[in-house]
T-cell receptor, first 117, second 112 residues
Framework: GAVVSQHPSRVICKSGTSVKIECRSL??????MFWYRQFPKQSLMLMAT?????????EQGVEKDKFLINHASLTLSTLTVTSAHPEDSSFYIC?????????????FGPGTRLTVT | SQQGEEDPQALSIQEGENATMNCSYK?????LQWYRQNSGRGLVHLIL?????REKHSGRLRVTLDTSKKSSSLLITASRAADTASYFC????????????FGTGTRLAVRP
């Protein structure tokens, strides 16, 4: 099946610094990638939708200047958390879709746990 | 909230028993999907049921969909300790392209 990787799996950073998370589709070309965040014992909340070669579409309430998303190629999207604060500590998960249209399967990465101290 | 609701929030059963989880959603959908998440890990896609389907099976999994009630159920038969995980339903609205909206999740614990 399709595989999506994320790097790093865990990261600890100091408040005020920036952190970049990579999401890669390993064996398929992802026309669309999605970024989610998940707080402990809660569900996934979509942050933004990323299409290769165009600007990401952010969900309501998500600061685009704080969560920078770049989808530079069909196999790589990055999420940069800028000027991180402790409240940004969360589990960030990406997913990738290789088919357009309605309702095709998304493949999820293993997630990145961010801790801001 | 845009999220669907799942019940129960938590379920504890004995190995060998069946586990049933329910999901309700709010808008017209193209399909509904069920995912599994082990603690602190990514999501694993279990099954997808389209809006014109009523029931689907995959191994020990059985999913039903009632679009008139905007609800779905996931049945895991003959549960195993390894089934212990959180289970999420997720829907794709007809107007949202590929965007998934996740339910609140059910935490399943299967006691050996």
């Amino acid at each position: 099946g399709a595989v999506v990787s994320q790097h790093p799996s865990r990261v600890i950073c100091k408040s005020g610094t920036s952190v970049k998370i990579e999401c890669r589709s390993l064996d398929f070309q992802a026309t669309t990638m999605f970024w989610y965040r998940q707080f402990p014992k809660q569900s996934l909340m979509l942050m933004a939708t990323s299409n290769e070669g165009s600007k990401a579409t952010y969900e309501q309430g998500v600061e685009k200047d704080k969560f920078l998303i770049n989808h530079a190629s069909l196999t790589l999207s990055t999420l940069t958390v800028t000027s991180a604060h402790p409240e940004d500590s969360s589990f960030y998960i990406c997913s990738a879709s290789n088919q357009g249209g309605w309702g095709d399967e998304q493949y999820f990465g293993p997630g990145t746990r961010l801790t801001v101290t | 909230s845009q999220q669907g609701e799942e019940d129960p929030q938590a379920l504890s059963i004995q190995e060998g028993e069946n586990a049933t989880m329910n999901c309700s959603y709010k808008t017209s959908i193209n399909n509904l999907q069920w995912y599994r998440q082990n603690s602190g890990r990514g999501l694993v896609h279990l099954i997808l049921i389209r809006s014109n389907e009523r029931e689907k099976h995959s191994g020990r999994l059985r999913v039903t969909l009632d679009t008139s009630k905007k609800s779905s159920s996931l049945l895991i038969t003959a549960s195993r300790a390894a089934d212990t995980a959180s289970y999420f339903c997720a829907t794709i609205k007809k107007s949202s392209g590929d965007k998934l909206t996740f339910g609140t999740g059910t935490r399943l614990a299967v006691r050996p």
